[in-house]
């Protein structure tokens, strides 16, 4: 686990609702989509955050099913706990826990989610990590990330560089009224290019193996914006 991006996250947890509520509610939804029947389930979010994707879940499981959010940062944990006690949701937890030590015990949830972070993952500690979802994940489980990661090297060349992300979008034709909002918005350029250059992104393929060789079946990695191949969404079985 890397003490860096626990620091980070503690000293941003304030604010992060400010800069990425509505960015983590429309990520949520591609989840929720992808996930298929929910209700009846117990759901771990991996990498919870401030627990913008676990309340959207928390809120449309049954009240019985229960919603499970674990992160390495308890500040981003500490805004989580009071968001789920001012709107009355119940039926979630969050504890302190990381992709490669989750506090579950073997085969206790039904479906594990996680989105933006796992490419906060050691490629040396992400197999690791996905043994660790196949431990606490129950048969029949499956797994759900959402999470940015590349097709091919000269996609991770575009990706680490502003000016060939914008040649690559004149290049097929992105519309021009969309264009400034598309490289501006994040938070969606800048924080593209800082995530794909200074942290953990791994290849498509790369993240399959990882899955593949932790046991799950059935992988689908499914690109979740077509024109900006950079967030994809990973599901896979535990059978
Ligand atoms: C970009 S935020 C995403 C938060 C939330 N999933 C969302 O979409 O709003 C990444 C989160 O992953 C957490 N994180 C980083 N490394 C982790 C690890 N190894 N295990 C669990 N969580 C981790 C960070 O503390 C941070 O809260």
């Known amino acids: 686990m890397s003490d860096k991006f626990k620091e980070h996250f503690d000293s941003i947890a304030e604010e992060y609702d400010d800069e990425r509520e509505d960015f983590s509610k429309m990520e949520a939804m591609v989840l ?10 117990k759901i771990l979010d991996i990498g919870t955050g401030t627990g913008i994707i676990a309340l959207e ?3 449309r499981v049954g009240n019985e099913d229960e919603v499970i959010g674990i992160d390495i940062s308890e500040s981003m944990l500490k805004i989580a706990k009071k968001k789920a006690k001012e709107i009355g949701v119940n039926n979630i937890k969050f504890k302190v826990g990381s992709f490669t030590n989750i506090p579950l015990t073997n085969e206790s949830v039904d479906i594990i989610v996680s989105s933006a972070a796992l490419h906060h993952v050691k490629p ?7 043994k660790e979802m196949w431990r606490v994940l ?13 097709e091919n090297e000269e996609w991770r060349s575009i990706f680490i560089d502003m000016d060939l992300l914008k040649r690559h979008l004149e290049k097929i034709g992105f ?12 938070k969606t350029s800048v924080g593209l290019i800082g995530t794909f250059r200074d942290e953990y992104v791994e290849s498509v393929g790369a993240i ?4 593949e ?5 059935g992988i689908k ?11 994809w969404v990973l599901k896979a079985k535990k059978l």
């Open 138 to 150: 129950k048969i029949g489980g499956r797994i759900v990330i959402n999470d940015a990661m590349y």
């Open 57 to 59: 879940f928390a809120k």
């Open 32 to 41: 929720i989509y992808s996930c298929g029947k929910i209700k009846g389930c």
């Open 208 to 211: 399959k193996k990882y899955a």
């Open 124 to 130: 040396q500690e992400k197999l690791n990590a996905f």
């Open 213 to 217: 060789e932790a046991g799950f079946k």
């Open 221 to 231: 990695i499914k690109v979740t914006f077509k024109p900006l191949p950079a967030h």
């Open 175 to 186: 519309p021009k009224e969309r264009m400034d909002m598309t490289l501006g918005l994040t």
